[in-house]
């Protein structure tokens, strides 16, 4: 099995980059729960996430699995109506903070479901493409 192989799939998966207590990062995949790696660097992690969620599913593949589906299928987008006073807050913190109104409310929402700490990191998320 080769990394060439796993490149050539077309498939995404959601990797989740979080920083570890003790120095550098963990690497997780929700849809290959087998799957949790890291890094020095969030850049060194994902890519660490992918070379292994390439691997798994080279050999899944070889032994007639079928892979999970990738991302279910969620668009990343809904609308919310909010008060205009909360729309005016929102939009003044994220003028302080220097990013934009989306970063902003999907920073806030991550950590209200994740239970992350309120200052405002960027995420380094990105899928894994198969062919």
Same mark, same amino acid.
């Given at each position: 099995?080769?990394?060439?192989?796993?490149?050539?799939?077309?498939?995404?998966?959601?990797?989740?980059?979080?920083?570890?207590?003790? &120095?550098?990062?963990?690497?997780?995949?929700? /849809?290959?729960? &087998?799957?949790?790696?890291?890094?020095?660097?969030?850049?060194? /992690?994902?890519?660490?996430?992918?070379?292994?969620?390439?691997?798994?599913?080279?050999?899944?593949?070889? @032994?007639?699995?079928?892979?999970?589906?990738?991302?279910? &299928?969620?668009? &990343?987008?809904?609308?919310?109506?909010?008060?205009?006073?909360?729309?005016? @807050?929102?939009?003044? @913190?994220?003028? @302080?903070?220097?990013?934009?109104?989306?970063?902003?409310?999907?920073?806030?929402?991550?950590?209200?479901?994740?239970?992350?700490?309120?200052?405002?990191?960027?995420?380094?998320?990105?899928?894994?493409?198969?062919?």
């Amino acid at each position: 099995m080769t990394m060439k192989k796993a490149a050539q799939n077309n498939i995404q998966y959601e990797i989740d980059v979080v920083p570890n207590e003790h &120095g550098g990062f963990y690497a997780h995949i929700p /849809a290959l729960p &087998g799957i949790v790696t890291g890094g020095a660097s969030p850049e060194e /992690a994902l890519r660490n996430a992918r070379e292994a969620a390439g691997l798994m599913l080279d050999e899944m593949e070889d @032994r007639g699995q079928e892979p999970p589906p990738p991302l279910g &299928g969620f668009s &990343g987008q809904f609308n919310v109506r909010v008060p205009r006073s909360l729309h005016a @807050r929102l939009v003044r @913190r994220a003028e @302080r903070e220097a990013v934009s109104l989306n970063a902003l409310v999907s920073y806030l929402l991550s950590s209200a479901t994740e239970g992350k700490t309120r200052k405002m990191a960027r995420s380094n998320t990105k899928p894994v493409r198969r062919r």
